[in-house]
């Protein structure tokens, strides 16, 4: 993890960050170093032969100035102050540009605090690299920029310090989204995900932080009926488990929400399995489960005032002389019957259990959200960098979208049409696992909701597209894991 930090003082790193936009001058370019004052003439005049517009995603670097070197990061076109979104994707941009580097400052433009955990969260999400599977080659692999540096004249207000502890919080669990959503089926399996977690747990301060799990094997979801998850996970030799993380504040009287997240270690399909080209990128079916686990985590370890019910279903959907054919009639738990007329249309069936079990809970729930890459249609619907919001109640959906207008995550509300509901009905059993084509992913809304109670404020979040990059990366964001809904989780709550 990156060391992240605030000063005003002298730039003693390695490397000087400073923005770069383009002017209303036809071709004009001009220099944003935010508090740092840095003579820009003769910056601009080599800017300018090399070509630099400052367009987003765009990395200058020149040797020299008051570091070793400066690095460039586009901010777009110049303006009097410039959105959160763009400084986090500009610190992302760049840190990403110094891997292999030991320490940045960035003198961005910072008008107030929420500029300083921008700038500090983009440059750690962006000073990520994932080297733990290279063996003879690793050493050829540059490692994630060291530490970075906010340079602001708030640098000596407690907020600004604040601000550094939260971007490292938020830096550090996205981190653990995308490891976990990076490791090859081979490594993460339904167990070893919940080791993997009981691990971090111990980090975000374990007991002492107010955080309990516990872990239901095979042997236990079957005797207690989760259908669902024993369903998916039978044509497995990796046997499915349900984790549960609960996280209880301090404070008395808090809101208390429950969380549910896609645990798919691998998904084939399973007997009806997918075709080989892209087979690989369902190494990422498990990123519902790691966001839901990652954010209850940083909850705890940022010590909120809310109390969380984290579930996550985990199986391996594969196909085998034990996997469920389709025709199968499984009982979700609670006893709503399903016949699996699909095995691919298996990420319903583990969220159903989880959605059930956790509505269960001792304590009232204030709202519950599930967290899934659930459908190929929501990637039709959105593409690959807007995820879906559906929702049983209005209010809590607008709440968790003026959230994501924060973190400067991309979600879009999408409807429940009742309509589609009856392309579930199936002639044998209280529902099936799939229905109308078309509005694929609304009819997996309308799957859900089934097994939610109707007067508990409910969000389904399908970042099927979001979870994964699979093209360049851009921002402060990756190839492959994104970490995407962590950050939107953590600030919902945050907001509560
Ligand atoms: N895990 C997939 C959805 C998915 C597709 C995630 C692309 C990420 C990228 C899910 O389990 C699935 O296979 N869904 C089917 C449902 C269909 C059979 C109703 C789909 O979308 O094709
Ligand atoms: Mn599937
Ligand atoms: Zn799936």
């Not at 929420?114 to 000073?127: K, P, S, T, W, Y």
């Not at 095995?343 to 583990?350: M, S």
């Not at 919001?389 to 924060?406: G, H, L, P, R």
């Not at 579930?424 to 109670?453: C, Q, R, T």
Request: charged share 20%.
């Amino acid at each position: 993890m990156t060391t992240l930090k605030v000063s005003d003082g002298l730039v003693k790193d390695d490397v000087l960050v400073v923005g770069l936009v383009s002017t209303n001058t036809k071709g004009g370019i001009a220099i944003e170093a935010g508090d740092l004052a840095i003579d820009s003439r003769s910056l601009v005049a080599s800017l300018v032969e090399m070509g630099a517009t400052g367009k987003a995603d765009e990395i200058t670097k020149i040797p020299g100035g008051p570091a070793r070197l400066i690095v460039f990061t586009g901010l777009g076109t110049k303006a009097n102050t410039y959105p959160h979104e763009v400084l986090r994707r500009a610190a992302g941009s760049a840190a990403r540009a110094l891997a292999g580097t030991s320490s940045a400052t960035f003198a961005l433009p910072v008008k107030d605090i929420a500029a300083v955990n921008a700038i500090a969260e983009g440059a750690g999400l962006g000073a990520y690299v994932f080297n733990e599977f290279r063996g003879s080659t690793k050493s050829d692999h540059k490692l994630a920029l060291k530490s970075a540096t906010v340079y602001t004249n708030f640098a000596n207000k407690a907020e600004a310090k604040a601000a550094i502890k939260r971007a490292t919080v938020i830096s550090k669990y996205t981190h653990l989204v995308r490891d976990l959503v990076n490791t090859p089926p081979s490594h993460l399996t339904p167990d070893s995900f919940t080791k993997k977690l009981a691990a971090s747990f111990k980090s975000a301060g374990g007991l002492k932080a107010g955080l309990k799990v516990t872990i239901l094997d095979e042997k236990q979801l079957k005797s207690q009926g989760f259908g669902g998850i024993v369903g998916v996970g039978q044509g497995s030799a990796n046997p499915p488990r349900l984790l549960h993380i609960s996280y209880t504040p301090k404070t008395k009287k808090v809101k208390r929400f429950a969380f549910v997240g896609k645990g798919i270690t691998f998904d084939t399909g399973g007997l009806n399995l997918k075709p080989g080209l892209g087979m690989e990128a369902m190494k990422s079916d498990m990123s519902g489960a790691a966001a839901v686990c990652a954010a209850t985590l940083a909850i705890a370890e940022l010590g909120l005032p809310v109390a969380i019910e984290c579930w996550a279903p985990l199986a391996e959907n594969m196909p085998s002389d034990t996997a469920t054919r389709p025709s199968d009639i499984i009982t979700i738990f609670g006893g709503k019957t399903v016949e699996v007329l699909n095995p691919d249309a298996e990420g319903r069936l583990v969220l159903a259990d989880g959605l059930v079990k956790a509505q269960t809970s001792k304590n009232k729930l204030d709202g519950i959200i599930d967290v899934a890459t659930l459908t190929g249609a929501q990637v039709v619907a959105l593409g690959t960098r807007t995820s879906a919001v559906m929702t049983n109640n209005q209010s809590f959906s607008d709440s968790f979208i003026a959230a994501t207008k924060e973190t400067g995550e991309q979600f879009w509300p999408m409807p429940l049409p009742i309509e589609l509901r009856a392309s579930l009905d199936s002639p044998v059993a209280d529902l099936a696992n799939i229905g109308d084509k078309n509005g694929g992913m609304l009819v997996a809304g309308l799957f859900l909701k089934e097994f939610v109670s109707d007067d508990l404020p409910w969000l389904h979040l399908d970042i099927a597209g979001p979870a994964y990059n699979e093209a360049k990366a851009h921002g402060y964001t990756p190839v492959g894991g994104t970490g995407v809904s962590m950050r939107s989780l953590v600030r919902l709550v945050e907001q509560a």
